[in-house]
């Protein structure tokens, strides 16, 4: 009789695990070629050549140096096809798998020009005038067409409307991306950074990686840009901020240091100001023309990080390095970095 | 002056090169450039604008000397374009290319040919395969995943690379024709002339250029950089053609990304001053960029556009 039992237990198992993995399967197709249109969706349109596929370390196969930045985030496949319409019009797909959705909306704004508007496809669309990049779940899409007409914009979002619903559904977006989203500190655009190479592009601090950074944003305001990086802990981001500001010091491209290692204010050749400072497990960067401006961003910074911070960060002082300033070694008599960053 | 092999030899040694090439590239480029006699340069840079991009492709070389004084009658030339993507702005324009062809052709060239690494399926795309074949040129293919397509070429003075495998196609012939599109590169900001190169290279190099032993390393840029310098150490191109019309200054190499039309061929024989002039095209200058500024350093050309005569004309 038990032997009976465990022998039907067994049957419902292997009946049950059966219909699980087909399950998992429709919803994660095996082959990257699954999310590009059919035929049969594309009415005037039809495929040029083979599709072109990568996955992991070949991406550099098919975009060269392109690839890096991928790397970066996190890559694991993509395909890329052209098509053409009877029309004469032509454009590209390509299709980006990437390790989960934080490096796929990373990715996304990383690419996505400062011209473009907003669409309503997936997690988030951006139409530039030849071209469009989305995101969902762990995918970025970008459809590039080849001129400016409003026939290829057109075609450009109608291809996207056929790829996103092939797409897993979902998408979360990286926590820090919250800080530029609320109405008193909205950005104009945010970059989410996991590396060197994102942080580079947006502003060439150094071509090491002198901020260590893993997770990072850079946020675009009218008249100036802020940058927080965040660590696993307040001691590792000041550490970090010592490690920069030992490198910055040494470098030519800035001048007017005051500071040290706790915070530090500096300028470049293009009479940027550059404020930094660490704070809590982050470091806070504000970069713009109008100096007085950094008290203010960066007030506002602190403040959406005391709001969103974790509960046990809620004692600590809004202004944790005035009330609690580091010790003397880090700042000199002489330094000033609390005008920009105190409320008095 | 006119090198003759046995000053070349001493010379060869001197940089520790001729151990590595043998007598027949670096001999043939530096001999057959000096015995073409062409006129003394009285510009370092020359520049064409405009909206005809074929114009001023025969423009920016003819206020450079003309083509004559690169190629010699008969000889084998090897132009390396960008045909990466179909992407706007991402490949050296077919008419820029067409132009060249032209040109090595009145100039007596007994035969033209593309070299790359780049698939068919490019050429094609970009629009680049029509003009080679409709100018009875050829397109020469390399296998980059065979790697006995290459040879290992050492480099006495690298700083971070000291050996490339280089193809073997390339030392086929007598003018090499560098013709980059320059534009945007994620990886370090810029393309040039002298990135540009990296298409004679393997994937095996080019990936140790973008990594070191094979991992990623987060400090990669500076490496990359100096790869880059560090290979144009041991390949001098005859004559750099570069497309400047449109292209890119986001999202490079490979785009989409936002494009700026200053629609200018640039011609010119030292790397480092046209990549200056180059990177200037959309607010960079020579010295910020990593690979222009360690070339100069390798003392391959003029950084200070201030000191290279530069001709600029409009059609």
Redesign the interface.
Known sequence: MKIRILFYTAVLFLIFDACFSYSSQQKSPESILNYLPTESTLKKWSPMGDPQTAEGENLFQLINGGAEIYHEYGFKRAVIHSYECESGLSLNIEIYEMEDSFSAYGVFSFKTGRQGRKVDIGMDAILEDYYLNFWKSNYVVTLIGFDTSQATQQALKEFAKIIEPKLPDGGEYPPLIHHFTAKETEAVRTVYMEGNLAIFNQYEFHTENIFGIKKGVSAYFPDHTLFILEYNGNSEARDWFQNAWKHLKQSEKFHGFEGSSGGAVFQDKNGNYIVATPFQKYILVYLGKNESKAKDSLKKLKISIVKNGNSHHSHISLWGEAKHPVPDRFFPASFSINRYLNTT | MKINRRDFIKKSASIGAFSVFGIGLTSRFKTKRASIGRKAASIDISVAQGEDYFANTLKAVENLGGMEGFVPKGSKVAILANP?????GAFTKPEVLQAAIKMCQQAGAGNITCISQLPD?NWE?TGLKKVVLDEGAHIVIID??DESQFKTVLIPNGKALTEAQIMKEFFNYDVFIDMPITKD???N?F?GTMKNL?GLSS?KT??SF?KKGWQ?D?????HL?QCIADLNTIIQPDLCIVDATEFIT?????????IVTPQKVIAGTDRVAVDSYCCSLWGLEGK?I?QINKAFHHGLGEIDLNKVKIKEVSL
Do not use: V, W, Y
């Open positions: 990466q993507r179909n992407n706007p399926q795309a980059r995943s590169h994620a990886g900001k393309t990296m994937s080019n990936r973008h990623t987060i400090n990669a840029i500076d950089e986001t999202n490079g190499p490979f785009g989409p990304g936002e910020d990593l």
